[in-house]
């Protein structure tokens, strides 16, 4: 298991769809960063550095995930592409055991990427705008801002889950990329507006939105509004799963 991840670590190194959609998303995230919120909400210290970090993924985070299915593409669908994967499973690499490395490659990567964007985010804002407003007005920012983050990763949890069931479904990368992106529009146009699903990630990030403008989120409704998340992931992860294991190699 461990070479297979040291293995996992340095075919990231060389693969230009996720190095290419990683510097988008953490581009994009800094572009968000440098426009100012005021027009978004009453709450005007939202658009300072520290506190604007807790509403990276209201105003920015949802729409980078959608980039999260380029990588999801890039680490599932290319080695059926280039027939690499077929060289590793002959070599007597076990299936099961190779598509548990490629979730944990994944989540880890995508949440580091999220994770860094939101610190550029912060770093951008805070130079732009200062750090933190000249008065206080939000109580147990601290606490909040740890709340909120864990909630909205669930979210980010169930779009890696989704996007990566996607990605085997298809054998070519721009397919998987472009079915990832089309589903990231249906769900967010359609879906999360029309459906009102608490297992959608883009409803439960907007209405995490609400609850942290409420100064709701140190709340029991809030933990109940993000584990739905968590168990669409789950279920896309172990449908994933079951797909690579069951998946004709040819």
């Not at 990276?56 to 059926?80: D, K, L, P, R, V």
């Not at 995508?110 to 770093?123: E, G, H, N, R």
């Not at 529009?185 to 439960?204: K, N, Q, T």
Request: proline residues 4%.
């Amino acid at each position: 298991m461990k070479k297979l991840m040291q293995n996992e670590w340095l075919k990231l190194r060389y693969n230009r769809t996720v190095i290419i959609f990683a510097m988008v998303m953490v581009g994009t995230g800094i572009l968000f960063a440098a426009v100012p919120m005021y027009g978004y909400d009453n709450l005007v210290m939202w658009d300072y550095g520290i506190p604007g970090s807790i509403k990276y993924f209201g105003y920015t985070g949802g729409f980078i995930a959608m980039f999260t299915s380029a990588i999801a593409a890039g680490m599932f669908t290319q080695e059926f592409h280039t027939r690499t994967l077929h060289n590793a499973l002959s070599c007597g690499v076990n299936r099961r055991k190779y598509i548990l490395v490629k979730f944990l490659a994944y989540v880890i990567t995508s949440f580091l990427i999220q994770f860094l964007d939101m610190f550029l985010s912060m770093l951008v804002k805070g130079i732009l705008f200062g750090w933190m407003p000249p008065k206080y007005i939000y109580p147990n920012l601290g606490v909040t801002a740890i709340v909120s983050v864990l909630g909205n990763s669930a979210a980010m949890f169930a779009w890696m889950g989704i996007f990566a069931l996607i990605a085997n479904l298809f054998r070519n990368p721009a397919a998987a990329i472009f079915a990832g992106v089309a589903y990231y529009f249906l769900e967010s146009f359609v879906l999360a507006r029309d459906i009102h699903c608490y297992g959608d990630p883009f409803f439960v990030i907007a209405e995490a939105n609400r609850f942290l403008d409420a100064r709701r989120v140190l709340t029991p409704e809030f933990a109940l509004l993000t584990l739905p998340c968590l168990l669409t992931g789950i279920v896309c992860f172990f449908l994933t799963y079951l797909v690579f294991v069951k998946k004709d190699m040819n």
